[in-house]
């Protein structure tokens, strides 16, 4: 089985290389031989390689900064996608996509379902639900994975920026008010390959439906709680007091979601996978990082 994937330098990327090697050919593209910008360029990839699954791990992830440069955020995550469905479409390969909680406005007092009503509160929350509706809309075979915050060993994420700090400083002050489940890259990497192998099989059968669902590591907690659960998982560090702060002590150009849990139910049901808690998932990804 041929399988182009996208964003393979970015976490979930980086993560998939591996994870799918045993169901097929991978042939991992970044942004350097594959500018998904260029319609041109990505049909005459296709052309190339044949693939019968695209996943689609490529993004534009800078919250803040997508405020300022709405129209590259809109092409990284609301035409390319499009692009790859309407081409998944023609060629009759199924397409495997990532999406975020930033969809919703986070006003929910519960975790959110698939089903429920999408309010993005900014730019970047735009463009992928924007993302989401193209995909939808080529009727391509698909699935849409959306996850939420996404940390992993290597790369810039909130883990890594707080063993940093954490050895710099003798107090971090984190916000408090916003709620979610951290979501290990390769816990989404491999729930990915378990997902694609079902799927690949229920084609096969004439069975498969496409749809959305949501992906993360199970439970919950705030960002100030994955903070002192980082620096109580890593010993040695120079910080004394991990300090809850509240939103608006913080601010950022871009609005975040104060609920950002996301129920993992229906995908649980449908790949019959129960995924970890995230207090699991980050101890295991603390022993990938060298002390």
Sequence with gaps: MNILLTGKNG?????????????????????????????????????????????????????????GEPDLAHAVNAVAPALLAQEATRRRALLIHYSTDYVFDGAKAAPYVETDATNPLGAYGRSKLAGEAGIRAAGADHLIFRTSWVYAARGANFLRTMLRLAAEREELRIVADQVGAPTWA????????????????????????????????????????????IVAGRGGLRVKAV???????YPLPAPRPANSRLCTDEFRA??????????TCLQLCLEDIPQ
């Design 270 to 279: 449908r790949f019959g996978l129960a995924l970890p808690a995230w207090e």
């Design 186 to 229: 390769r816990l989404i990497a491999e729930a990915t390959a378990h997902a694609l192998k079902q799927a690949m099989q229920e084609r096969k059968n004439a069975a498969f439906e496409s749809g959305i669902y949501h992906l993360t590591a199970a439970g919950e907690t705030s960002w100030h709680g994955f903070a002192r659960a």
């Design 243 to 249: 300090t809850p702060i509240t939103t608006a002590d």
């Design 11 to 67: 976490q979930v990327g980086w993560e998939l290389q591996r994870t799918l090697l045993p169901l097929g050919r991978i042939h991992a593209c970044g942004h350097g031989e594959l500018d998904l910008a260029d319609a041109g360029a990505v049909r005459r990839k296709l052309d190339e390689i044949r693939p019968e699954v695209i996943v689609n791990a490529a993004a534009y992830t800078a919250v803040d900064k997508a405020e």
